[in-house]
Each structure stands twice: as C-alpha cells, then as structure tokens.
C-alpha cells in the first residue's frame, strides 16, 4: 500500500516564500494524479493544486495561482509545493494526497505552515 | 475561494438516519461525479464515497451517497458513536478549474 510523508513546513514571514515535500514510497508519483489539500486552524478542507500522471499539466485553487507551483521529481518520488508571497491566510496544514477522490487516495499527516512576523 | 453550502451540524442517536446535504450548481455537482470525506481532527481524512455512489473497501454500507440535478446527498444509517466526525462533499469545479470542497457538517452522536 503507498503512503506518502510531507515535510517543509515551518515559521515564514509574510511575502516570504517555502518548499514543501511529499515523499512517496510503495507506488511511483507518475503514474498518479497528485494534490495538495489544505486545512487552516479551525476552518475546513481546501483544495490548493495537481499535478497530472502525464505530461505534467497542473491546475491551482484561485487563491493559490500565480503564487504557488506544484511539481514532482520522477527519479527522486517526490512531490513539491513552491510557495511564494505568502499571506497570513495561507497559514494551515497542508496534506498531500495521491489518487484524490479516487478508491485508492493516500493522505500524509501533513506538514504545518505558518505565516507570521 | 468558493465552497458548497453544507448544513453546519447534524446529530443523532445511536441507530438513527442522519443525512447530509451538498448544494451546488451546473459547473459541479450538476456536472460531475461527487465524493464524500470523513474527518476526525488529528486524523487524516479518509474517503468515504467516491464517483457519487461507490464506496471504497472497507467503508461499511452504513454510508451511502446520492446525487439530483445540482444536490449530493450522504446518508448514514445506524449511527454509531464511532460516526462522530466532519463530513465533507468535494466535486471538480469546471468554471474554477479546480476542486471544490463543501463547507462541512460536523455530525453529533447524541
């Protein structure tokens, strides 16, 4: 069974920028759709960004575009979530998820961000 | 960032029939398939219904999913204090090109 461990989160001014990781093992990245979910501290679930299992095409939430970039690394397995211009209201946790929606999603813990001076 | 309208709460004694409901529009619910999340706080969430009406392995046919014109429906029955949780209706959004979760029902077992 695939699972999958964020990491990256972390203190970040706000207008600062952070990398998030996904670490997968027991399936490969690329042959699924990949995204990124998020949960800001007493509020519900947000979807912020995928990848596609192709060519590499993306879609973001319209509060994250422009700003944010999801990416993977084949050879290394790993998910990326570049974050720039951050805001106070990016501040959550942030879960990355294989096969969303599908019978054979896979949820992290999840890697906190928070965005503070 | 938008979000389908969700019942804030819902509850119920054990045994009983709880149902929530999603509401949305011709661009989401009226267009595409809808899935339902279970979220326990400190838990990650785990996917309950997906494509409607399917269910995942090991989600037991307590939980049910229905769907009419723009409306997605959950239904558990023969609650269980276990069903304590946030529930979560989320369906791709064709004119945001992007994924849209419901605002939440927080379920009370009474």
């Known amino acids: 069974e695939g699972q999958v461990v964020e990491s990256g989160g972390g203190l970040v001014h706000p207008g600062g920028s952070l990398r998030l990781s996904c670490a997968a093992s027991?399936?490969?990245?690329?042959?699924?759709?990949m995204h990124w979910v998020r949960q800001a501290p007493g509020k519900g679930l947000v979807w912020v960004a995928r990848?596609?299992?192709?060519?590499?095409?993306?879609d973001y939430a319209e509060s994250v575009r422009g700003r944010f970039t999801i990416s993977r690394d084949s050879a290394r397995n790993t998910l990326y979530l570049h974050m720039s211009s951050l805001r106070a209201d990016d501040a959550a946790l942030y879960y990355c998820?294989?096969?969303?929606?599908?019978?054979?999603?896979?949820w992290g813990q999840g890697t906190l961000v928070t965005v503070s001076s | 960032q938008s979000v389908l309208p969700q019942p804030p709460s819902a509850s119920g004694t054990p045994g009983q029939r709880v149902i929530i409901s999603c509401s949305g529009g011709?661009?989401?619910?009226?267009?595409?398939?809808v899935s339902w999340y279970q979220h326990v706080a400190g838990v990650a969430p785990k996917l309950l219904i997906y494509?409607?009406?399917q269910r995942p392995s090991g989600v037991p046919d307590r939980f049910s999913g229905s769907k009419s014109g723009t409306s997605a429906s959950l239904a558990i029955s023969g609650l269980r204090y276990e069903d304590e949780a946030d529930y979560y209706c989320?369906?791709?959004?064709?004119?945001?090109?992007?994924?849209?979760f419901g605002s939440g029902t927080k379920v009370t077992v009474l």
């Open positions: 998820v294989s096969d969303f929606t599908g019978f054979e999603d896979s």
């Open positions: 027991g399936f490969p990245i690329a042959n699924y759709w």
């Open positions: 990848i596609d299992d192709g060519v590499g095409r993306t």
């Open positions: 011709s661009s989401n619910i009226g267009r595409d398939r």
């Open positions: 494509k409607t009406f």
């Open positions: 989320v369906v791709w959004d064709d004119s945001l090109r992007g994924y849209v």
